[in-house]
């Protein structure tokens, strides 16, 4: 039997943040996959971003890489409007773009991941400017984003649908990650306040909040093996997820299967919210 989400984001265009690498890729990909031509946000000058439209391409899809800085707003217009410019419409929106500490770089783990026994990361000694760069990016980024493709998608008049992407650690507080948590948890309130506004316009918005994923962010949580078994143990289904399931859970949300859904989360974690 065919499978019937092969075209269901035929003649749709997405932008996506975070496309450069982990869940923000791998919905890239899957989106032109399914007939969506996609416009793969990444920072400025990021190869990875520019491979991962290069992926799209060799398949015969439609993609462009937009380089930005989602914590600035013109850069958020700007990579709106080129999605608009290049393909001529905007329909779908994932916003995944997130750090997970404020001298976070994707693969790579530092001496600032969160974590109980790094006091130098707790409140009581977090340097402000390291709180505010997390939020700027993780809370600030994903409304910055929202609003500028929600602003071209009521100019159209056909609605559309938003994902935002939020973390397990929004509900599960983390010593050491406050200002991850707290980021996160915003984006759920955020991405509730926003539905209600953009309603009106037929435009759905929803949060996925992931578990533990193995992904570059995930890198300094999961490549210790003892960690790791630690980490599968906690998981009721006994492994960490993987980008593909969160990718499979955000195009759900997307797309019109979900077309009554707005304002909600949804936690593809493996069952360890079953509590």
């Known amino acids: 039997m065919p499978d019937s989400r092969v075209h269901r984001f035929q003649g749709k265009v997405a932008l996506v943040t975070g496309g450069a690498s982990g869940m923000g890729a791998e919905a890239s990909i899957?989106?032109?996959?399914?007939?969506?031509?996609v416009a793969v946000v990444g920072l400025p000058d990021d190869p990875r971003a520019q491979d991962v439209v290069s992926q799209i391409t060799d398949a015969d899809g439609?993609?462009?890489y937009v380089g930005a800085d989602v914590s600035?707003?013109?850069?958020?217009?700007?990579?709106?409007?080129?999605?608009?410019?290049?393909?001529?419409?905007?329909?779908?929106?994932?916003?995944?773009?997130?750090?997970?500490?404020?001298?976070?770089?994707?693969g790579e783990v530092s001496e600032d991941d969160p974590a109980p026994n790094n006091r130098d990361s707790?409140?009581?000694?977090?340097?402000?400017?390291?709180?505010?760069?997390v939020l700027s990016v993780n809370l600030t980024g994903v409304m910055l984003t929202n609003r500028a493709v929600a602003r071209r998608m009521i100019a159209q008049g056909e609605?559309?649908?938003?994902?935002?992407?939020?973390?397990?650690?929004?509900?599960?507080?983390?010593?050491?990650g406050a200002d991850y948590s707290v980021s996160k948890a915003g984006v759920w309130?955020?991405?509730?306040c926003i539905a209600l506004e953009l309603a009106p316009h037929n435009i759905r918005v929803n949060t996925?909040?992931?578990?533990?994923?193995?992904?570059?962010?995930?890198?300094?949580?999961?490549?210790?093996?003892?960690?790791?078994?630690?980490?599968?143990?906690?998981?009721?289904?006994?492994?960490?997820?993987e980008a593909e399931d969160i990718a499979e859970a955000?195009?759900?949300?997307?797309?019109?299967?979900?077309?009554?859904?707005?304002?909600?989360?949804?936690?593809?974690?493996?069952?360890?919210?079953?509590?």
């Not at 559309?160 to 650690?169: C, E, L, Q, R, T």
């Not at 309130?189 to 509730?192: A, G, N, P």
């Not at 955000?250 to 509590?275: E, N």
Request: with cysteine; proline share 4%.
């Open 189 to 192: 309130m955020l991405t509730r």
């Open 122 to 133: 707790h409140v009581i000694n977090k340097p402000v400017e390291y709180w505010e760069k």
């Open 30 to 37: 899957r989106l032109a996959r399914e007939g969506a031509a």
């Open 72 to 106: 600035r707003e013109a850069d958020c217009d700007a990579a709106a409007q080129a999605a608009v410019d290049e393909f001529g419409r905007l329909d779908l929106c994932i916003a995944a773009a997130g750090i997970l500490h404020a001298r976070y770089v994707s």
């Open 159 to 176: 609605g559309g649908s938003i994902v935002n992407i939020s973390s397990g650690a929004a509900k599960i507080p983390m010593a050491g």
């Open 62 to 64: 439609q993609a462009i």
């Open 250 to 275: 955000s195009l759900f949300l997307l797309s019109d299967h979900a077309g009554y859904i707005t304002g909600q989360i949804l936690h593809p974690d493996g069952g360890i919210f079953t509590g």
């Open 208 to 241: 996925v909040a992931p578990g533990v994923i193995d992904t570059p962010m995930a890198m300094g949580l999961s490549q210790n093996e003892e960690r790791r078994a630690a980490f599968e143990r906690f998981v009721p289904l006994g492994r960490l997820g």
